[in-house]
């Protein structure tokens, strides 16, 4: 791997520990999957998306970091991966006066030092994930 | 891998994919699901982030599918590793449900309907007959 790639190759891998691991550890709790204010099926839903997430970010790891000779097209695809899960939380944030959404739950997860935990965590993450897409989407230079 | 099976593999694919992408967002995007009035807030929020984030990567999987250039069956797995992943995860949430009292539907959602003298969830034989289209595509692969 070269030096872009391989700086793009560690940003990927802290990114998808983020959305891979924090999830699990926040929400399997009483804020979401065990909160007795949600729905069975809503629980159903969030278990579903964190198992996911994990799953996700674990496989991202690997295409990153399996050798062989497609691993800078299985780099660009883990690039891509991760800006869509965590795409999905800006489109949900966007949206959310459109059906009635929230950032949380009056017993769910309080905010931080005056700022949504989620936006807290998943904005600095985002903005690392994309830098490692337009560094593996860059033109590698070459020297003359 | 001849072209007709390279068809029949793309083909069964993007079924598969189409399925967790697409059918997902008509399913849930209504007052079942996103919009459901028995949903907190934050329950909704989850799930419009989850069905958002599951188009994606069926867009990303349909590309990875379709378009030419080299590493052709290595795509398609990846694609059908997507898949499997939404899939088992859906399976992984179901089996575990007695641990979060979960259910695969709430009373003004989906109900079960009957079929061939049984009582199915819609969620269940939906994504089990996905399923075996998926192990169909990767076998053929």
Known sequence: MAGKEKIAAALLTLVAIVYAIVPPLVDISPTHILNPLWTSHAKFHTVWQVSVNSMLGLFSVLLVWWPGASRPLRIKIGAVLGCIALGGFFVAALTRHLYGGAFSDPNGVPPVAGMDANLLLFTPTSVIQVVALLLVLSPERTSK | ?141
């Not at chain 2, 795509?75 to 089996?95: E, H, K, M, P």
Request: no cysteine; proline share 4%.
């Open chain 2, 1 to 141: 891998m001849g072209f007709d099976r390279l068809l029949l593999v793309r083909l069964l694919m993007s079924l598969v994919t189409l399925g967790y992408g697409v059918v997902t967002v008509k399913a849930d995007f209504n007052k079942t699901h996103a919009t459901n009035p028995l949903w907190t807030g934050h329950a909704r929020f989850h799930l419009v982030w989850q069905i958002t984030s599951y188009l994606g990567f069926a867009l990303l999987a349909l590309a990875l599918i379709w378009a030419p250039g080299p590493y052709v069956l290595e795509r398609l797995y990846l694609a059908g590793a997507f898949a499997g992943i939404v899939y088992g995860a859906f399976f992984i949430a179901l089996l575990t449900m007695p641990l979060y009292d979960g259910r695969a539907f709430d009373d003004n959602g989906y109900p079960p309907f009957r079929a061939i003298g049984l009582r199915l969830d819609a969620n269940v034989t939906v994504f089990s007959a996905l399923t075996v289209l998926l192990l169909a595509g990767i076998a053929l692969a």
